[in-house]
């Protein structure tokens, strides 16, 4: 049940953001493209990219901190750290898949993701930072594939 908006009526962005979004949907289904606050519009969808670029970064980075911890530590290697692997895989997949465009950057943020991943390692597992190689020693097809474990067997 949509309800035609009045110009007069018309939210702020910053007055109210939820009611904004809503007015704004409804304005476009509406075709009313004049009335469009255009400029916080573009903002607003160029900044879903940015956040699916983030949500990448941040899964890479949970990821990277489980499998260095999975290799320097296998006597306290838990299902939970099995699980988060497997569910930061599972995600990152689901990104790629979504947002196709998307599929080179993990590659492309990976050092950064790397060495944010490597300094939480030391931290969390009480071991030397110089224990922990200075560059990623995964290469980012080992880093998604669901098979790979480092060390596995140790």
């Known amino acids: 049940m949509n309800k035609v908006v009045r110009l007069s ?3 702020s962005y910053e007055a109210d953001y939820a009611r904004w979004c809503a007015e704004q949907g409804a304005l476009l289904r509406e075709g009313r493209l004049d009335a469009l606050d ?7 969808i160029e900044s879903l990219g940015r956040s699916q ?6 899964r ?17 290697r838990t ?9 930061q895989r599972y995600r990152l997949k689901r990104r790629i898949k979504a947002s196709p465009s998307l ?6 943020v990976l050092a950064e ?3 944010s991943a490597r300094l939480k390692a030391a931290g969390e597992t009480g071991l030397p930072q110089s224990l922990f190689p200075e560059n990623c020693p995964f290469t980012v097809e080992q880093i998604l594939d669901p098979a790979f ?3 596995r067997d140790a």
């Not at 299902?79 to 569910?87: F, K, N, Q, R």
């Not at 599929?103 to 492309?108: F, T």
């Open 9 to 11: 009526q018309l939210t």
């Open 79 to 87: 299902g939970s750290w099995e699980g988060t692997i497997v569910e």
């Open 60 to 76: 890479l980075g949970v990821l990277l901190l489980h499998l260095l911890k999975w290799r320097y530590q296998p006597d306290q």
């Open 103 to 108: 599929k080179s950057y993990p590659r492309e």
């Open 53 to 58: 670029e983030d949500e990448i970064e941040s």
């Open 149 to 151: 474990y480092p060390d």
């Open 113 to 115: 993701e790397y060495e």
């Open 38 to 44: 255009r400029d916080n519009l573009a903002e607003e």
